[in-house]
């Protein structure tokens, strides 16, 4: 199993990027796929959760209205639409993936060490 995060860069505040998580020796109705952020010097949180048809996403309050996720099944991949970006928003994003039975995982409230795989994370960094 392998998950690739890419599409990070350096932003100004209130641009957009586009992250994509391609996702490979996955069964994808198995899986809930969520991104994940880490600041420097803070721990790792939880951005947004898509189920694993791609019709669910849950999102943490700071990025509602802003961040919009969207899951290509036949692509194996899930993307991460970021408008409105804020220099909090810096940090290294991560792709993981979880078994979308559980509604912990869904809703981000699971232990980390729940998400089953992890991809490398890619650089986002958003300049004031």
């Known amino acids: 199993v392998q998950l690739q995060a890419s599409g990070g860069g350096l932003v100004q505040a209130g641009g957009s990027l586009r992250l994509a998580c391609e996702a490979s020796?996955?069964?994808?109705?198995?899986?809930?796929i969520a991104w994940f952020r880490q600041a420097p010097g803070k721990e790792r949180e939880g951005v947004s959760c898509?189920?694993?048809?791609?019709?669910?996403?849950y999102y943490t309050d700071s990025v509602k209205g802003r961040f919009t996720a969207s899951r290509d099944n036949v692509k194996n991949a899930v993307y991460l639409q970021m408008n409105s970006l804020k220099p909090e928003d810096t940090g290294i994003y991560y792709c993981?993936?979880?078994?979308?039975?559980?509604?912990?995982?869904?809703?981000?409230?699971?232990?980390?060490?729940?998400?089953?795989?992890w991809g490398h994370g890619t650089q986002v960094t958003v300049s004031s």
């Open positions: 020796g996955l069964t994808s109705e198995n899986w809930a």
């Open positions: 993981a993936a979880g078994w979308s039975q559980s509604i912990a995982i869904r809703t981000l409230t699971a232990p980390l060490d729940e998400y089953a795989y």
């Open positions: 898509t189920s694993s048809s791609g019709n669910y996403t």
